[in-house]
């Protein structure tokens, strides 16, 4: 049941990683309701460390924990839970980031949804669609959004 994603971004690898977790808030599709505040989204964010929070700050301050991040180790992978309340148990997912011929290759992985109980299973064909959209807003920033002084 494992949902596996991969794109090829354009860039380093170190790049890439430090997007994909540092800016995380600034691709994320929230707006386009990959949120669990809904129209309270204001942010998304991922602590930098083993241990550190994966959440979402709502406009009214509010916090949502998504998750943990269990493994940090830039530039190769990050790993963090993924832990809605109404599920028995978190998933996890993985993103590995290597390099491949002039950019990266970065692969996705969501698993654990046998554990997790019948209503994350239900969700399962939503969440693997959701994730092609998440991997394609991560493949497209820094296209037109790159911050001055930065190369890609």
């Known amino acids: 049941m494992t949902i596996r994603k991969s794109i090829f971004v354009k860039r380093p690898v170190d790049r890439t990683f430090r997007i994909f977790t540092e800016r995380i808030g600034s691709w ?10 809904g129209e309270r989204a204001a942010e998304i ?8 929070r994966f959440f979402e700050r709502f406009a009214d301050g509010e916090e949502f924990e998504i998750g943990v991040v269990t493994a940090y180790a830039p530039p190769d992978r990050v790993v963090f839970t993924w832990a809605p309340p109404q599920w028995d148990a978190p998933t996890e997912v993985e993103v590995r980031f290597s390099p491949e011929q002039d950019g990266t290759r970065v692969d996705l992985e969501h698993r654990g949804w046998e554990r997790a109980g019948t209503r994350a299973r239900d969700l399962h064909d939503r969440f693997s669609g959701g994730w092609e959209r998440i991997v394609a807003c991560f493949a497209a920033y820094g296209d037109h959004t790159q911050p001055k002084g930065e190369r890609t």
């Open 28 to 37: 994320w599709p929230l707006k386009e309701g990959f949120s669990f505040g």
């Open 45 to 52: 964010v991922l602590e930098g460390r083993e241990g550190g």
